[in-house]
């Protein structure tokens, strides 16, 4: 990077030298100098409407280049610094001081000072500055302007009016980070106020105060009615007063109470940076971290609001094994002796460790399998996945340490997406893309809202033809194919783990890399599955990328305590099968949901065959199956290191004291009592394995696997499109009505084309069906391709795994409904 | 200070002669001669006698003060705790449903407890509060043989209820917002607000004599 041009200016007879362009605010944060401010924010454009931030400016005018004085005080926060600069703040300048407590008191006026009963009471930029700028006493009498309060914007955030001090930080916000502009200034003068489209602040329809109405502590009725986008949330922390309040957090503590820690993100393969602020034992809030290369100031809104699964009502602190039809509560030494009966008496085991596990865990999870259980059946995928899948993680993400970056991403002449819906299932990476000018393409059956607030060009395919449509990439002569062909020299493509349901999509996703010049990286949904590819968690591979059949002996010994001789492991659909059958006796599972396995229903079977040892967070979802349960630490309770999709480790600290132990203790202890003298929980050892990610080891083979063939549709017959949403009815939401209810309304969205064949129009039903069951849902009416219908993965009324047992490019029939129906879970 | 000085602080007393000299060692007994005779001030505390009260501005036990209505006054902000030098105040608040409507407003004090093992009668929660929810009372007997009757939680501490007051939740007098509360606009329940504690708290004794009595002549003056 070249040096950027410096530009000297004086702040207070302080010289410094600042980038061209640099805002006279930040120049004087360099210099040392706050300079009060409210509607100032560095992500955010500028737009000086608060004029807190006025402060006296002089600059060289005339050919003499005398040193000219702005005739009134201007706002730091929206002028450049230009060479020869002079600067007199508050510190210096009684004109500017004057002018700051001016502008402090006019701001006051209508602030209702009701401190004691304000959630940002204690962390209030305004207090501060009140304090700092601001007159000892008013000399206000009249009548402050009172709303009534609060209006809830969306049903996790509510908004103040009173409060507002109109700096518009979220409505800049929501214009201008991730494009959802549900808030704007409304009215004039002395009425305006900040609001979402509202009839009764309007004054635009007789129906009014439908909206208004709905107050703290309401959740709205119809799910998705207020949906405002994934990261509203970011505004709450932005509000420089108490105007905008979280619904979850509201009343529930002051500032002081709280005890803060630095740590990371659970919900998403970003591994975003947060602070997490407990009260006596107890998680109240979440708050973006700062990390300028991974998630800059924001998280998505899951991020933020869904913590309160880690303490739900079905939270395990004991124990639990199977007595007759129950299950019973029992001494972790009755517990752990019960699940060494299971392992001693089993002939075939295996194990599903599910895709949230740190790195540590899934060490231990790899090792275990391995040396104590002496199985290679092990497969980390609670989703649906493919063997190609399982090659392509092993020849080109396991072992490949840190690879394409965010800022990469972001810098790339262009993006290519393929099996990935940025907004839904990539979170902030959602928000660095817009933030870029970055050209996106998308393989997709349509443009999602996501994608086309990125301004991105779609390149459509068919549900599971993904891999025809990277083939055809380079042999489009024109069109936006070859646009993207030409744009994607230095560029990226990156895959999701929604390809794994489309054949031959990631052999053509490396064949179209090599071609066109592009990087390429695999970015799943979840947090731990990087860090699970990496600790071997799948048939033949071994930790760091190693193969499993190939491994060098100071390796095996440095790993497993010596050579191993395992016949090759079975896949998750192998397992299920096997089990299924009775050949593999018992299983050890851990924390993932039956319903997100490809066949629910066949997975249930197989776990009522086999003996399940489960090492779960929460009850619930797997007691019906399970013989033993040992509880273990949600990830705030212990500490470890997740691997995000870029490779790059996110050590991760315990923020809540506990006696709940992590997976990887929890084998030790198992591996003990077997009689192993295992190596698992040595840190040492582990560490050692993650020294190697990134060293150069022999690549195993790619995938080749040819795409399939376009299949003939049926009359009634329909590709399935679908993905998670980034909030639906997914687990981590339990105990947080308030986020779930901000969710998008899952609809079934069609084209006019296909509805017409069908006979529905935009808001009737329209039924799903396979042989396994229906869903039904309202029709949109969207761009999509004739014969394809979309539906939200795990939606509330639409589990497309559990109700159709169908994934993304799996035949459905669509038919007409008469009304809507619930959807058995 | 000089030598002088230090002299001039001594008392001046005369020198004893031989007589006072030799009773000297044995003076001192002569309280314990005089107290054999005396009646004995055997306090029966707190068994029989009444005692004074101390000074009205003495520091006591602390109330949770209500607003006319029956309506606490404590909104949960937890000033008093921050304030309070001797970490004894625990406060959580909570919100203010159309349900159970607790205090004036959106927000009152859901958990109360002041720990009276900690406490030092300092006063400067009441400094703090700002809705003058918190005072003190000059009620002083506070003992107890187990730690946790030591820590007193909110019904203990809220003020009994007055002629008149109608218990929590109740909804505020209608028409009227938490600040005209503040300003001391409510004299007594309303009404409706009688029926309103009639019809959701059929079962409440102390809600009913109010309803059905004195209720009536209050509400907004």
């Known amino acids: 990077m070249s040096t950027p041009d410096l530009v000297a200016c004086t702040i207070d007879g302080i010289e410094i030298e600042v980038p061209k362009d640099t805002l006279i605010i930040r120049a004087a944060e360099e210099a040392g100098i706050m300079i009060p401010r409210f509607c100032d924010h560095p992500l955010l454009k500028p737009v000086a409407a608060c004029r807190q931030c006025l402060v006296d400016v002089a600059s060289p005018a005339g050919p003499e280049g005398k040193l000219r004085a702005f005739p009134k005080p201007q706002p730091a926060c929206a002028i450049s610094v230009t060479p020869g600069m002079v600067v007199n703040t508050q510190l210096s300048s009684e004109a500017a001081k004057n002018a700051q407590e001016q502008v402090a008191e006019l701001i006051l006026i209508n602030h209702p000072l009701d401190c004691p009963i304000c959630d940002k009471g204690g962390e209030c930029p305004l207090q501060n500055q009140a304090m700092s700028t601001g007159r000892s006493v008013s000399r206000f009498e009249d009548k402050k302007n009172t709303f009534p309060k609060p209006l809830a914007l969306t049903p996790q955030i509510l908004l103040d009016r009173e409060r507002c001090v109109l700096c518009q930080r979220c409505v800049r916000f929501a214009a201008q980070i991730p494009g959802d502009p549900f808030i704007a200034l409304q009215k004039r003068g002395a009425n305006q106020q900040i609001g979402r489209f509202d009839p009764s602040v309007l004054g635009v329809a007789e129906t009014a105060g439908q909206l208004a109405d709905q107050t703290a502590g309401d959740i709205p009725a119809i799910c998705g009615e207020p949906f405002a986008g994934y990261f509203a949330g970011n505004i709450i922390q932005i509000c420089p007063v108490g105007a905008l309040t979280s619904a979850a957090y509201r009343f529930r503590a002051r500032p002081f109470d709280l005890v803060s820690t630095e740590t990371v993100a659970e919900h998403d393969s970003n591994g975003s940076a947060i602070r997490v602020d407990y009260r006596r034992g107890t998680v109240l809030r979440r708050l973006a971290g700062d990390d300028p290369s991974l998630n800059q100031e924001w998280i998505s809104d899951k991020d933020r609001f869904a913590f309160r699964w880690q303490a739900a009502p079905d939270r395990l602190e004991r124990p639990l094994v199977r007595q007759g039809d129950q299950l019973v509560e029992v001494s972790w030494p009755e517990g752990i002796r019960a699940a060494v009966e299971i392992f001693d008496s089993a002939t075939n085991p295996a194990v599903l460790p599910g895709g949230r596990l740190t790195l540590e865990d899934a060490y231990a999870y790899s090792v275990f399998a391995r040396t104590v259980l002496g199985t290679d059946s092990v497969d980390f995928r609670a989703r649906p996945s493919s063997h190609e899948e399982a090659q392509f993680l092993a020849h080109f993400v396991a072992g490949a340490g840190l690879g394409v970056s965010l800022d990469d991403l972001a810098q790339a002449p262009a993006v290519l997406l393929a099996g990935f819906e940025p907004e839904d299932e990539g979170g902030i990476i959602f928000l660095r893309l817009r933030e870029a000018d970055t050209k996106v393409y998308s393989v997709a059956p349509f443009a999602s809202r996501g994608l086309r607030r990125l301004g991105g060009k779609l390149l459509r395919a068919l549900p599971g033809g993904e891999a025809s449509a990277l083939d055809a990439l380079s042999s489009a002569a024109d069109g936006p194919r070859a646009e993207a062909a030409a744009a994607l020299k230095g560029g990226v493509i990156v895959v999701g783990e929604r390809l794994a349901s489309s054949p031959g999509a990631y052999t053509a996703a490396l064949a179209a890399a090599d071609r066109l010049g592009a990087r390429l990286v695999w970015i799943p949904r979840r947090a731990g599955e990087r860090a699970a590819v990496e600790a071997g968690l799948l048939p033949g591979l071994a930790p760091a990328g190693r193969s499993l059949d190939a491994l060098a002996d100071d390796v095996a010994e440095t790993v497993f305590g010596g050579p191993m001789g395992l016949t090759p492991g079975l896949d998750l659909p192998g397992i299920i099968a096997a089990a299924q059958a009775g050949s593999v006796d018992a299983v050890l599972m851990g924390g993932l949901e039956l319903a997100d396995l490809p066949d629910p229903r066949a997975a249930s079977a197989a776990l009522n065959t086999a003996k399940v040892v489960a090492l779960q967070v929460r009850g619930d979802s797997i007691s019906p199956w399970a013989d033993v349960i040992l509880p273990v630490a949600p990830p705030q309770e212990k500490a470890g290191t997740f691997i995000n999709w870029e490779g790059r480790l996110r050590p991760f600290p315990q923020v809540l004291t506990s006696t709940a132990l992590s997976d990887a203790r929890v084998l030790q202890v198992l591996a003990d009592q077997l009689g192993f003298e295992s190596r698992i929980g040595e840190l040492a050892t582990s560490h050692q394995v993650f020294g190697w990610l990134g060293k150069p080891s022999a690549r195993r083979a790619a995938p080749a696997v040819a795409p399939r063939a376009p299949r003939p549709l049926g009359a009634g017959q329909a590709v399935l499109s679908t993905w998670r949403y980034q909030v639906d009815d997914s687990a981590a939401l339990d105990g947080e009505p308030y986020l779930a209810a901000s969710a998008p309304a899952p609809v079934a969205r069609i084209s006019a084309v296909t509805a017409r064949a069908v006979g529905v129009r935009q808001g009737d039903y329209l039924n799903v069906s396979t042989s396994g069951g229906t869903i039904t849902l309202p029709v949109a009416i969207d761009d999509l391709p004739e014969g394809v219908v979309h539906l939200p993965a795990k939606s509330p009324g639409s589990w497309t795994l559990v109700t159709l047992t169908a994934t993304d490019g799996d035949l459905v029939g669509i038919s007409a409904a008469h009304g809507p129906k619930e959807v058995a879970r | ?221």
Request: proline share 8%; with cysteine; hydrophobic share 35%.
């Open chain 2, 1 to 221: 200070m000089s030598p002088k000085d230090n002299t001039a602080l001594t008392p001046d007393r005369k020198e004893k002669g031989f007589l006072g000299r030799g009773v000297a060692p044995w003076a001192g007994f002569g309280v314990t001669l005089r107290t054999f005779f005396a009646k004995p001030v055997t306090e029966q505390y707190p068994f029989k006698g009444k005692y004074p009260a101390p000074f009205p501005r003495y520091h006591g036990r602390h109330q949770l003060n209500r607003y006319p209505d029956g309506l606490e006054k404590c909104v949960g902000c937890e000033l008093c705790a921050w304030a309070c030098p001797a970490d004894a105040i625990f406060v959580e608040a909570g919100a203010n449903t159309p349900d159970e409507q607790y205090s004036a407003g959106e927000r009152y004090g859901r958990v109360y407890q002041i720990n009276y093992l900690r406490c030092i009668f300092c006063g400067m929660c009441i400094e703090a509060c700002p809705t003058r929810a918190l005072t003190m009372t000059n009620f002083y007997e506070l003992a107890s043989a187990t730690r946790e009757d030591m820590i007193f939680t909110k019904d203990e501490l809220l003020a009994p209820l007055e002629e008149g007051m109608l218990p929590a939740p109740h909804p505020m007098v209608e028409g009227l917002t938490d600040d005209d509360y503040y300003s001391g606009k409510v004299t007594g329940p309303t009404d409706r607000q009688a029926e309103w504690v009639r019809l959701h708290r059929p079962g409440d004794v102390a809600g009913e004599a109010v309803a059905s009595g004195a209720a009536g002549q209050g509400g907004q003056s």
